[in-house]
């Protein structure tokens, strides 16, 4: 595939998740910050924002286990993710934290529970685009390291 196919498959893909409502422009911010000297820029902070989101979401899990829950550590972690999520630009998932801060501060556990199956869905829809646009990025980074060689 040529690099330019790839790039246009790559537009395509990003472009969907804006219409789909996973990406709002605070992603469009972080693509501007990539240049020359930092072509992983974007990757990094993508590869940084699923490793921190999957450890919140297995903490979130945890304590809403818990047959006592605290609703102090769940707001915090929920608080820290919908954070997270507003620094990637990851829209849906930011709005399904606000919700679920919203029953945090009910004290309500199968509104928390309800709530931590839709943050979960929405990280794991936009989980799977990120990793085919960092298979994209991948292959067009490789593709033009062969071209320099």
Do not use: W
């Amino acid at each position: 595939m040529s690099l330019m196919a790839l790039r246009e498959q790559l537009n395509v893909l990003v472009n969907s998740m804006f219409l789909e409502g996973l990406l709002d422009q605070q992603f469009r911010q972080l693509q501007m910050l990539q240049d020359a000297s930092s072509p992983g820029f974007v990757a990094e902070v993508i590869t940084l924002f699923c490793e921190d989101s999957e450890r919140m979401l297995t903490e979130l899990t945890k304590l809403l286990d818990q047959a006592v829950v605290d609703y102090q550590k769940v707001d915090a972690y929920v608080h820290q993710l919908k954070g997270s999520s507003s620094s990637v630009g990851a829209q849906n998932v930011k709005l399904a934290c606000i919700q679920f801060k919203q029953f945090c501060e009910e004290n309500n556990k199968e509104g928390c529970l309800s709530a931590l199956n839709m943050v979960k869905h929405q990280y794991y829809s936009l989980r799977s685009k990120f990793d085919t646009m960092l298979q994209l990025e991948q292959r067009i980074q490789a593709y033009g390291s062969e071209q320099q060689n």
